[in-house]
Structure formats: structure tokens, C-alpha cells
């Protein structure tokens, strides 16, 4: 909805799916089945392979956010703390 009212004058879709997950949207969209938004950390990969294409290059900053949750006491783990770094590292990139 915040798409449509930013760049396509308050266009409506005629039909529209509700998918209680965003991963499920965007398989939906993989197997031909419509179109879905999504966000660039997790569309990047079928981006960049071409099993998606972005139709349009307008954009809008999502509403929400992202919860990153770890137990404490596994903080500590190298591994751990890489992927935590990695992921922010990501979040930079969208």
C-alpha cells in the first residue's frame, strides 16, 4: 500500500493474496503465481540469478524492522558474533 500510494497515484490491484509470511509471497512469485514485494536483503540472491526481476527501480523505506535474536550466553561464540556482524554489515547494504 505504501508503494502503490507513493508511486502509482493510489493504483489499487484488482485481486490480491495474503501470505502470512514474506518468504511465501516471494515463493509465490518465483513459481509465476504474481508479483511480490519484498526488500533487498532477502530478494538479493534471486536478484542477482534473475529467477526475480525488480519491474520498477522506485522504491520506499520499509515500515518496519529487524529483530536480530541470540541467547546471551552464546554471544560470546566467534561464529555467533560473526554472523551478528555480517547481518548488520547486510543491513547497511539495503
Known sequence: TTWLATHADDALPTR?????????????????????????????????????????SASVTAQGQYALVCERLRLERAPVADFIEWFIEQLGDS
Open 16 to 56: 490480491q493474496l495474503y501470505f502470512p509470511h514474506a518468504a511465501l509471497a516471494l515463493e509465490a512469485a518465483l513459481l509465476g503465481q504474481g508479483v511480490a514485494m519484498g526488500d533487498n536483503l532477502t530478494c538479493q540472491a534471486d536478484l542477482q540469478s534473475g529467477r526475480l526481476v525488480r519491474p520498477f
